[in-house]
């Protein structure tokens, strides 16, 4: 059962862009939305979180959007750098700190 | 800080065979969780403790995986015996008792491949 959609699956992006990754969840019961970044041989290690009382959370040239009445939310990577090559994975994070996650996007960014 | 070690960091066995993993987290964290990251996906919890006791296991497949924490510390998982669909990174992750996302910290994982 997917309680979550991850979009896109893999997305190229130039140096100094910005990069998008989308996820869309089914059920509304979860205390936080993070973005977690995962490089090769290594756990993923979180890269912000939000909670669903807020609409926007800017950390640094990272920023979440939240839209609670869509059931979406989004991550954006400004001014993108070869070192942000990795795969992102959104998630739900219950009460109980249970994490489900989407099925990731690897991001490759050119120098 | 210390991170989550996990040891083994690599694993290949024979399908069958039984195999265990060891996972010791920050210290003070109560909180433990092992997921199972197939190739391609993200991860899917396995099981999580509260200090010694079990919070969740729904997800594991209790015919051929196991897990304890004995003293609230220290966790292994084992799995007997393996199957081919086993191969995957299973990680370990920790957290403070009542936390925010943001105390929550992976190991690097094991690298199970089943042959």
């Known amino acids: 059962q997917q309680q979550v959609k991850q979009s896109p699956q893999s997305l190229i992006v130039q140096k100094g862009g910005i990069s998008i990754i989308n996820c869309a969840y089914e059920?509304?019961?979860?205390?936080?939305f993070p973005w977690y970044q995962q490089f090769p041989g290594k756990g993923p290690a979180l890269l912000i979180a939000?909670?669903?009382?807020?609409s926007e959370k800017k950390e640094g040239r990272f920023t979440i959007s939240f839209n609670k009445s869509a059931k979406q939310f989004s991550l954006h990577i400004m001014d993108s750098q070869p070192g942000d090559s990795a795969t992102y994975f959104c998630?739900?994070?219950?009460?109980?700190?249970?994490?489900?996650f989407g099925q990731g996007t690897t991001l490759q960014v050119k120098p | 800080e210390a991170g989550v070690a996990q040891s083994p960091r690599y694993k290949i066995i024979e399908k069958r065979q039984s195999v265990a993993f060891w996972c010791n987290p920050i210290?003070?964290?109560?909180?433990l969780y092992w997921y199972q990251q197939i190739l391609g996906q993200g991860p899917k919890l396995l099981i999580q403790?509260?200090?010694?006791?079990?919070?969740?296991d729904s997800q594991l497949p209790k015919d051929r995986f196991s897990a304890e924490r004995l003293k609230g510390v220290d966790s292994t998982l084992k799995i007997q015996p393996a199957k081919l669909e086993d191969s995957a990174v299973y990680l370990c992750?920790?957290?403070?008792?009542?936390?925010?996302?943001?105390?929550?910290?992976f190991g690097s994982g094991t690298r199970l491949t089943v042959v």
């Open positions: 403790f509260q200090n010694n006791g079990v919070v969740d």
């Open positions: 939000i909670r669903p009382d807020v």
């Open positions: 210290s003070g964290h109560a909180t």
């Open positions: 998630a739900l994070e219950s009460n109980t700190g249970k994490l489900i």
């Open positions: 059920n509304t019961a979860f205390d936080y």
């Open positions: 992750a920790s957290r403070p008792v009542r936390q925010s996302s943001y105390g929550y910290t």
